[in-house]
């Protein structure tokens, strides 16, 4: 019999598992389910005899995909793909798949939410300031960039964006003001919010260069990924600039110094951008039916790794 694996350290809602099980099992196909494990030798061995395998965040490293002996497809339920090797899975033949956009209004939320937060001092009982008329700028206009442009507007921020494969008229069919490059971008705007991919070019992309153009009072909010911020130029940030706010839904491996700059700084314990029902169910069973495609009729739809 055909199984799926859902192999979550962060497991999706019960509602969402229940709706993949859904899906997996009428057509035909098993579902097996490894939650919250600890030990990288639990996913090796579940990954083992299936076929297929739906994942988060997890790693999906060399070492798991070769031990995937009869695995055909990984996909990846939620939008990066930086945590699987695409070079592991193209050599053996497996196709690997994201499930874009269907966690992004989680994210964008999130994002929005961060921007409050911190324009109300951390909700510490103090006077702040409001979104209402502040410069937004959004690094980067994919699903979730739109979804954050479309609630910003609903604040009456002013929008906009820098992402140079998107093209001009089509965000500024959106009302979003599109910028010709990220260093115009972060010297216009009172807020940044990144949504950039981590890849091998954009990691330690948002460096001091970039961040020190950024206005007197700039906020800085990353729902995306820790890697595309070069920590060097983040610490340097901080302690050239006391006007400088960050906020992130994924601490910096330099947290714990930056934890004295309370007022300024702020990260949440664990990663929740796309921790809402909503989103584990639409990009659970979003990934349970690609899964289903691709192994009854051979849709490729999704995959990332041609
Ligand atoms: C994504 O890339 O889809 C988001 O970062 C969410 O990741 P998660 O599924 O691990 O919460």
């Known amino acids: 019999m055909t199984k799926v694996l859902v192999a979550t350290e962060k497991p999706f809602a019960k509602v969402a598992v229940d709706g993949i099980r859904k899906v997996v099992e009428q057509s035909g196909f098993q579902l097996n389910l490894l939650e919250k494990y600890t030990d990288k030798t639990d996913l090796l061995k579940s990954v083992a005899n299936v076929d297929a395998l739906i994942i988060r965040s997890d790693k999906a490293t060399k070492e798991v995909i070769d031990a995937g002996k009869n695995l055909k497809i990984i996909v990846r339920a939620g939008a990066g793909y930086d945590n699987i090797d695409l070079t592991a899975a193209t050599a053996k033949g497996i196709v690997v798949m994201n499930t874009p956009g269907q966690n992004s209004n989680a994210v964008a939320e ?121 920590e060097d130029s983040l610490k340097q940030m901080f302690a050239e600039r006391e006007d400088f706010k960050y906020i992130t839904d994924i601490a910096p491996n330099c947290h714990s110094e930056l934890l004295k700059f309370e007022k300024r700084y702020f990260a949440t314990p664990k990663k929740q951008g796309a921790e809402t029902s909503e989103a584990n169910i639409n990009a659970g069973i979003a990934a349970a039916n690609q899964i289903v495609g691709f192994l009854k009729t051979g849709n490729r739809n999704f995959q990332v790794n041609k």
């Open 110 to 230: 999130l994002a929005i939410g961060m921007m409050v937060f911190m324009a109300r001092g951390n909700f510490k009982g103090v006077p702040g300031t409001e979104l209402k008329g502040k410069k937004l700028g959004i690094h980067a206009y994919g699903y979730v960039g739109k979804a954050v442009a479309v609630i910003a507007k609903g604040f009456g921020m002013q929008v906009f964006t820098f992402d140079p494969f998107i093209s001009k008229e089509l965000i500024e069919k959106d009302g979003v003001k599109a910028l010709n490059s990220a260093e115009e971008l972060y010297k216009t705007c009172n807020y940044i919010s990144v949504h950039i991919p981590s890849n091998e070019k954009t990691k330690n992309s948002i460096n001091f260069d970039l961040l020190s153009k950024m206005p007197k009072g700039a906020i800085l909010v990353n729902t995306a990924r820790k890697e595309v911020i070069c």
